[in-house]
């Protein structure tokens, strides 16, 4: 079955909540989507959404690369041949994730819906619901407590608080929610490479008895090797996001004495679907734990990740909020939320389908 369209389109979208996170502040997304039309008349969507502070691509950027000769001259190719397509697409496009994740989530969803099978039964789906954590951006105490709140009243289980700022703040926040809420909620933390080792030393002795589930990325790029000065059962709870941003860096980060014992996969940093597989079968065989992570993204892409989490034995955690607070989107479908809990439709190549 030919391809015989391809459009990309750009689009600036509202956010309902705007958010506070180490280094910055965020109002709005640009979010880049792309359709993939078959002879047939069956859609593939696609999206992307890249953070530019982590992968040096934009979201403008993308869409000028989605409207290159190569991506055109995909039309007239076979949906069938799509894993050679996603492999022309990498030599192509090297080091440009968002351009590379929006083609493979558009050929995934088109080649799923052409079998008729979802991507996670196609890839062999191993889970089928987990929760997913809401995130809290940094605010005052006051404002978070009342924040974890309104998700408690939704149903809400699991939180991820935004974190970096100042350590002391932070400790306090934890435990006025473990004194306020007791075990109700699950605990992550994000610090956006935002702590020393000092600092997260003073975290780690001060929440001890929290029970946090992981800490998502405390110290910046490059300097992973510090946290070998943290005891194997530390490391185990850390989780690598900006330090992990594709097969390379996954590859070195599982050689032993590993620094995280967790990978934040997010199909923003590592081209989509394609490569967040490959990190995945890496990590199972180094005994890494997966977290699957996004930015402020359109149903499509989350729908997608969630796809290629439930394909994956040794996925763990969830933080796959990145499309609530969107006030539009392009698209729906794709998954169902009940409490909290995150599950596939069923229906074939990502669920998705265009609003």
Known sequence: MNITAIRPSVHTLALSKPYTIAYDTYSGVELVFLEIELANGITGIGSASP???????????THGHLQAEFV??????????????LAE????????????????????????????????????????????SVTVGIKNIDDTLEEVAEYGRLGFTCLKLKTGNEVDADIE???????QYGQRFSIRVDANQGYSLPELRRFLAATENAGLELIEQPLPVGRESELLALSAAQRKGLAADESLTGISSAFALCVPPQPFGIFNIK????????????????????????????????????????????????????DLDGSFDLL????????????????????????????
């Open 89 to 132: 697409t990498r030599r192509q496009f090297p080091g440009l994730p968002g351009t590379q994740a929006a083609l493979d989530l558009a050929l995934h969803d088109a080649f799923g819906q052409y079998l008729g099978v979802p991507v996670a039964a196609f890839y062999g789906q191993s889970i089928t619901a987990l929760p997913t």
């Open 72 to 85: 055109q001259s995909l039309v007239g190719r076979d949906i069938r041949q799509f894993r050679q397509i």
């Open 267 to 318: 199909l923003m940093k590592c081209g989509g679907i394609f490569g967040a597989l490959e990190i995945a079968q890496l990590a199972q065989a180094a005994q890494i734990d997966l977290f699957w992570g996004c930015n402020d993204e359109s149903v499509a892409s989350i729908a997608a990740a969630l796809h290629a989490a439930y394909a994956c034995p040794n996925t763990r955690y969830l």
């Open 51 to 61: 953070a530019e502070e982590v992968v040096a691509e934009n979201a403008r950027q």
């Open 173 to 179: 926040k934890v435990l006025k929610i473990r004194e």
């Open 328 to 355: 539009e989107d392009l698209v729906s479908g794709g998954f169902v939320l009940e409490n909290g809990l995150l599950r596939l439709t069923g229906a074939p190549g990502l669920g998705i389908r265009r609003n």
